[in-house]
C-alpha cells in the first residue's frame, strides 16, 4: 500500500463511503493508510457542522427593521424613478439605433437592387406603355412599400405587377441620376466625384454595361477603387432615391 503525501481526493473518498464502502476498501481503492481515510472524513465532516452553524446563526439572527422619514423615502423614490428613466431612454435610444441601421442597409440593398434591375424595368416599362393607368401612388410610396418584402424576387415582381408602377420607378431612378449628375458637377471635387458617378453609370445604367475590370482599364484605375467608388456612389444615389434621413452620406 502507498503511503507517499500525495493530495488526497476528498471527494472520492466522501462519495465512496457514502456508498457503504468500509475505511479499509477505501484505503486500498486509494492507495492510501486507512488512518488517511478516517482524517480526511474527520476533517469532511467538521467543514459540514461548521457550514450548518453558519447558516442556523445566519437563520436565527432578528430580521432588522429600518425606520425612514418621509422626506428619505421621497428621496429615494426620486433617485429610483430617475434610474428608471435613464434606463429605459437607454434602451429606447439602443433599439432607436438598431433600426435605423437595419433601414439604412435595407435601402441601400433595395437601391442595388434597382440598378442590377434597371434595364429589365426599362424595357417592360416601355413594352407596357399603353397599359398604363392613372395612380395615386408616388415613387416614394412605392420605394417605402419595399422596405417590408424581404425576398429581392417578389419585391422587382410587385413593381412589375403594374406598368404604371414600373414607369414610375424608372422615371424616379433617372431623374435621381440626374440630380447626382448635377451634384457631382458642381462639386469642389468634381473630377473625383464624376469619376464616381461615371462608375456606377457604366456598371449599371450603360447600353453596354461594363465589368469592374473594364471600368478600371477605362478610367486607368485599380479594381479596389472601382469598388469604392462603386460603394461611394450608391451611398449618394440612395440618398437620393430614398430621401436622405437614414444614410451617412459622405
Known amino acids: 500500500m502507498k503511503t507517499d503525501n500525495r493530495k488526497i481526493d476528498i471527494d472520492k473518498i466522501v462519495a465512496l463511503h457514502s456508498a457503504n464502502w468500509r475505511v479499509e476498501q477505501i484505503a486500498e481503492e486509494m492507495g492510501i493508510l486507512p488512518e488517511a481515510v478516517k482524517k480526511a472524513l474527520c476533517n469532511y465532516a467538521e467543514k459540514l457542522d461548521q457550514k450548518q452553524k453558519c447558516t442556523n446563526e445566519l437563520e436565527s439572527q432578528p430580521e432588522k427593521i429600518v425606520c425612514l422619514k418621509h422626506s428619505e423615502l421621497c428621496e429615494i423614490y426620486e433617485k429610483a424613478a430617475a434610474i428608471g428613466a435613464r434606463e429605459a431612454l437607454k434602451t429606447f435610444e439602443q433599439e432607436r439605433k438598431k433600426e435605423y441601421s437595419h433601414r439604412t ?30 395612380m395615386k401612388e408616388s415613387a416614394l410610396d412605392i420605394l417605402e412599400s419595399m422596405m417590408s418584402i424581404y425576398n429581392d424576387e417578389v419585391v422587382i415582381q410587385s413593381i412589375k405587377n403594374s406598368a404604371t408602377r414600373t414607369a414610375i420607378i424608372v422615371s424616379h431612378i433617372e431623374t435621381m441620376f440626374g440630380l447626382y449628375y448635377s451634384y457631382c458637377d458642381k462639386s469642389i471635387k468634381r473630377d473625383i466625384d464624376l469619376r ?37 456612389g450608391i451611398e449618394r444615389l440612395t440618398a437620393l432615391i430614398f430621401g436622405v434621413d437614414g444614410l451617412n452620406v459622405r
Do not use: C, P
Open 196 to 232: 464616381r458617378y461615371n462608375v456606377v453609370w457604366d456598371i449599371y445604367m450603360s447600353e453596354d454595361m461594363l465589368s469592374a475590370k473594364e471600368v478600371a482599364a477605362k478610367y486607368n484605375i485599380s479594381k479596389d477603387s472601382v469598388y469604392s467608388d462603386l460603394r461611394v
Open 105 to 134: 442597409d435595407k435601402r441601400l440593398h433595395n437601391t442595388k437592387l434597382l440598378l442590377r434591375n434597371y434595364h429589365m424595368l426599362k424595357e417592360h416599362a416601355e413594352k407596357s406603355v399603353f397599359g398604363r393607368t392613372q
